[in-house]
């Protein structure tokens, strides 16, 4: 079982930054995708960001050029730093993980590829 350990949520103004950070267990973490999801209140979890295990990296629309996702695989962490906040991007949070990474991405923005989960972080941001 992989676990994976996140950090870096809170409350921050329009405009403002975050980085959120995704600790992962094992020691295979160079092979697996990473990625990013979030869920807003009353809302579908929905894909925002994901990292293969060569460097590849796709976003959600409305966050590429204010995100960016990015991976220490000395460190078995992944980021999602976050510019420009708006209030819009207020949601939990969830790092997940595909532990096989079988090179084939036209899925990368589902949640059935993966296969881990982290708790989630709130992130809020007020107007």
């Known amino acids: 079982q992989v676990q994976l350990v996140e950090s870096g949520g809170g409350l921050v103004q329009a405009g403002d930054s975050l980085t959120l950070s995704c600790a992962a267990s094992?020691?295979?973490?160079?092979?697996?995708?990473m990625g990013w999801f979030r869920q807003a209140p009353g809302k579908e979890r929905e894909f925002v960001a994901a990292?293969?295990?060569?460097?590849?990296?796709y976003y959600k629309e409305s966050v590429k050029g204010r995100f960016t996702i990015s991976r220490d695989n000395a460190k078995n962490t992944v980021y999602l730093q976050m510019n420009s906040l708006k209030p819009e991007d207020t949601a939990v949070y969830y790092c997940?993980?595909?532990?096989?990474?079988?090179?084939?991405?036209?899925?990368?923005?589902?949640?059935?590829?993966?296969?881990?989960w982290g708790q989630g972080t709130q992130v809020t941001v007020s107007s």
């Open positions: 990292i293969t295990w060569s460097g590849g990296r």
């Open positions: 094992g020691r295979a973490f160079s092979s697996y995708a």
């Open positions: 997940t993980a595909d532990r096989g990474d079988s090179g084939t991405y036209s899925n990368i923005r589902l949640m059935g590829r993966y296969d881990y």
